[in-house]
Every structure is written in structure tokens, then in C-alpha cells.
């Protein structure tokens, strides 16, 4: 057996391709399936069958798409409801991939009907075995349990401690963990590990949902650390149900500059995907910031503070328009327009639109704020409010990145000095507050670097 992992860092995710050698089981593919077909022709492998651990929240699942265009059998539990043919497949079913022995565990707690897959090849001594556990057991912690319903999160926080313990019963304590969500995604929850591997007997005796004596406590302690997820998570699972077709990544003609002049000037939703700090030195008035690059969580952010369903323009160039086409399709923002310039490398932003008022706003560090910051000067902290009851600067507000939108009515009428941890939420927060007509400034500086220069920080 072997298992090829594709991972998609943006939305802290993964896929997996599982074969034996000849034929091969996809498990909890993204929308963006050529990747897996490529990784499926590289290892000369022919797709047979496709499954879900659950009807995903965070990203529209490729897997309808991909079982239908190799003739593979979909695997989907029996119990969701869903409006497309599936093999409905159910608790203790065993199932057979050429050498490889499939079987379903239904592991309750990310959602009520997620389920688990325990494979293993056939050999005389029973074979590796390989446990692919969704949003069940992670690295270190579980998946989130309120994403369902308020009224039904402690009630899943209960069968997420039984699902994990039924996992390490079911499985060999050497058998390799594979879990979909843990990396980065907002699905995971609790103290989750950093580490790229594990299994399952690692787990057995690190993991705090593993080792916690009692099951109340675990209880109680999952639901004191849920924090808020993306906005757009309320769409995905409907879209999953009714059966996502495939992802257009071509990147559109780009649009003239009368016609992107015109979507400034009606409000439209222009997004400009260059470094925070060449946004905030020159862009198009009206525009918004949300720089493109790795570990910038692009997706969601973007996902998470934009209306849902609304036009969307990308600026930026051409490399960096098709990756976030790519990686908006992921989660169901499909087509967006686009203004790439003639350089395909360097955007040229006015050149876009020569004819449309171009604006900007100071950055600055912590430093900065020291110097220059007045007694009727705001300080905005648009981290999350777990992150802000942890530690802030003294007197600084707190309106997360996400509310923001809605709430910049409830800001004062002065100078905003806004800051998040890394800078990235900011700098959109600060294109939000400028976009108002709002005064800011960027502190482009990451919250640790705080105290270093004399700012008072609490607690």
C-alpha cells in the first residue's frame, strides 16, 4: 500500500491517493482534482473508487466530479442527504480496492454522519494498516464540533471523545494517521500538534482527546477553546449536498480600464493581491487589500469578510491571479474577473486604470506608534477576541477583521492605528478603513514586537 499525500496548505487541508500499485482509492478530494490526477498518472495507478469522510464545511469537494469522470464508485454515507447517485456506505462495511481492504468506521463528532476509513492490503500477517480520520482524530487534538448546530456542539464534543477511543481500538497501534483537516484549517480545534506524521499509537498516549481520563472535562475544555471560523463555511456543506460540478481556472480576458473604473466607482468588490505595503504606498481608490502568498490564509480570509455571492475583480499579476483563482474555486467562489496589466510579472496598477483616482495610507511599526501617535489616536486590534483576551495593547480596541465590515460606523472619528498579529488581517483591515474614507495607519509589524519598544501590553 501506498499513500500519496496532496496537500492544500492555503486552506490547511489534505487529500490522499491510496493504491496498490495498480488501482487507487482518493480519499477527501479538493475541487481542484488535477492535482490528484496527476499524482494518480505519476504512480501509474488507475482511480476506482472515491470517498468522503463527511460533507466538508471549509472547502466544495471534488469528488463527485472525479469519481464521474473515471467511472469510479463514490463513496458517500449512506445516512447523508444528498442529490446525486452515490454508493451509500455505512458502519463496519468492507470494502475492496484491488489488494486493498477498506473498511468504514463511523466516527460521530465533526458532523453526525462523518466517517473514518481503516485500510490495510491484504497479506498473509493482516497486512500495514493506514487509518484516514477526516475530521475526527487529528494530529494532537480532534476536528471542531459546532459546526453542525449550536444547540448540537456539546452533544458531538461527546461522540468526538467516544469516535477517537473507538479509532485506536479499531486500528493497529503502529497504523499510519491520516487526517484531512490539522494543518492550518479552521475545522481542527484544541491544542493541535505541528508535526507532519503520526500514527495512531503516537497518538494514543500524546493526544489531550486520548489521554484525558474524563469525559466531561474533555467536554468542557473543547467548548471553552471554539473560536470563530470563516463565514463562508455555511455555504459548503449545502454546495457538497447538491453536488459540485467541476472548477473553471482559466484566467479571464482582463478587463479594460473604463469598465474596472466603473466597478471602483459602483462600489464593487476589487480586490488587489500585491504586498500590503505596495497597497498601501499606491492603489486604485476603492479597492481592498488581500495580499496573495504562502501563509498569508488568502482563502479564507477573503472568503471569511467579503460578502458571499458578490462580483468579484482580481488585481495582481498573472502568476498570482491564476494560483487565487485556484485557490477560490476551492471554495466555491467561481469566475472571478480579473485586471493582470501587460507585464505578467509586475502589476503596473495605474496603468489599469490611468483615468481613476489612485490613494494610499502610512504604514508604520510599533516604533512608529511610539513616535508619532496622538492622545486622540486609536489603536484597533482586529485579532480574534480569544487572541485579544490573551494579550493586548492597553486601551486598543478589539473588532476583529471578519466584523469589521459591518461595525466601522461604531470606530471614532480619528486617526486609526490598526495591527493583528503578523500584520496581514490588518493591512486588510486598513484598505476596509480607507476604502470608508477613514484615516489609518498600517502597523505592518507582528504583535510579539509590541513590548519590545516600550508599549504597554496587558495582561
Known amino acids: 500500500m501506498d499513500v500519496v499525500v496532496i496537500e492544500t496548505m492555503a486552506l490547511g487541508d489534505r487529500s490522499y491517493l491510496v493504491h496498490d500499485g495498480k488501482v487507487a482509492l482518493v480519499i477527501d478530494p479538493q475541487r481542484d482534482t488535477d492535482r490528484i490526477e496527476a499524482a494518480a ?50 458502519d463496519g462495511q468492507v470494502i475492496r480496492v484491488g489488494r486493498l481492504i477498506v473498511k468504514v468506521l463511523a466516527t460521530p463528532g465533526h458532523t453526525h454522519t462523518h466517517l473514518s476509513y481503516v485500510v490495510r492490503e491484504e ?72 508535526q507532519n506524521a503520526s500514527t495512531i499509537g503516537e497518538q494514543a498516549v500524546a493526544n489531550h482527546a486520548l489521554t484525558d481520563p474524563s469525559e466531561d472535562h474533555f467536554v468542557a475544555e473543547l467548548l471553552e477553546n471554539i473560536t470563530a471560523y470563516p463565514a463562508y463555511y455555511a455555504h459548503m456543506s449545502p454546495l457538497n449536498a447538491g453536488g459540485p460540478g467541476p472548477a473553471n481556472l482559466g484566467v479571464p480576458d482582463s478587463v479594460d480600464a473604463a469598465e474596472l473604473g466603473r466597478r471602483l ?86 496603468a489599469l486604470a490611468p483615468d481613476h483616482t489612485q490613494a494610499s495610507y502610512p504604514h508604520s511599526d510599533w516604533a512608529g506608534l511610539v513616535k508619532d501617535r496622538t492622545p486622540e489616536d486609536v489603536v484597533l486590534d482586529v485579532r480574534r477576541p480569544d487572541e485579544f483576551a490573551a494579550s493586548h495593547v492597553r486601551g486598543a480596541l478589539n473588532m476583529p477583521v471578519y466584523e469589521l465590515l459591518g461595525r466601522i460606523t461604531e470606530l471614532p472619528e480619528s486617526r486609526i492605528w490598526v495591527h493583528c498579529a503578523t500584520g496581514y488581517r490588518a493591512s486588510v483591515a486598513a484598505s476596509l478603513l480607507d476604502r470608508a474614507g477613514r484615516d489609518v495607519v498600517l502597523i505592518n509589524a507582528r504583535y510579539k514586537d509590541a513590548a519590545g519598544v516600550g508599549i504597554e501590553t496587558t495582561p
Request: net charge negative.
Open 41 to 90: 498518472r505519476q504512480a501509474g495507478v488507475r482511480i476506482t473508487h472515491v470517498a468522503e469522510t463527511h460533507l466538508h464545511n471549509d472547502y466544495v469537494t471534488g469528488g463527485l466530479v472525479l469519481a464521474e469522470k473515471h467511472g469510479a464508485e463514490y463513496l458517500v454515507n449512506g445516512d447523508d442527504h444528498v442529490a446525486f447517485d452515490r454508493v451509500p456506505v455505512t
Open 123 to 194: 497479506g498473509h500477517d493482516g497486512g500495514p494498516e493506514a487509518v484516514f480520520s477526516g475530521g475526527s482524530l487529528l494530529y494532537g487534538s480532534v476536528g471542531r464540533t459546532d459546526l453542525v448546530s449550536p444547540h448540537d456542539t456539546a452533544g458531538l464534543a461527546h461522540d468526538q471523545y467516544s469516535s477517537v477511543r473507538r479509532l485506536v481500538a479499531e486500528a493497529q497501534s503502529d497504523a499510519a494517521l491520516y487526517p484531512t483537516h490539522g494543518f492550518g484549517s479552521f475545522c481542527s480545534i484544541g491544542p493541535a500538534s505541528r
Open 265 to 350: 466607482d459602483a462600489g464593487e468588490w476589487v480586490v488587489d493581491l500585491r504586498h500590503r505595503v505596495a497597497f498601501a504606498d499606491s492603489h486604485l481608490h476603492g479597492s481592498v487589500s488581500f495580499e496573495y502568498g504562502s501563509g498569508s490564509n488568502f482563502t479564507s480570509y477573503l472568503g471569511w469578510v467579503i460578502p458571499w455571492n458578490q462580483p468579484l475583480t482580481l488585481l495582481g499579476p498573472l502568476d498570482e491571479v491564476e494560483k487565487a483563482i485556484r485557490d477560490l474555486a476551492r471554495i466555491g467562489i467561481d469566475s472571478p474577473d480579473a485586471a493582470v496589466g501587460p507585464n505578467a510579472k509586475v502589476l503596473d496598477i495605474g
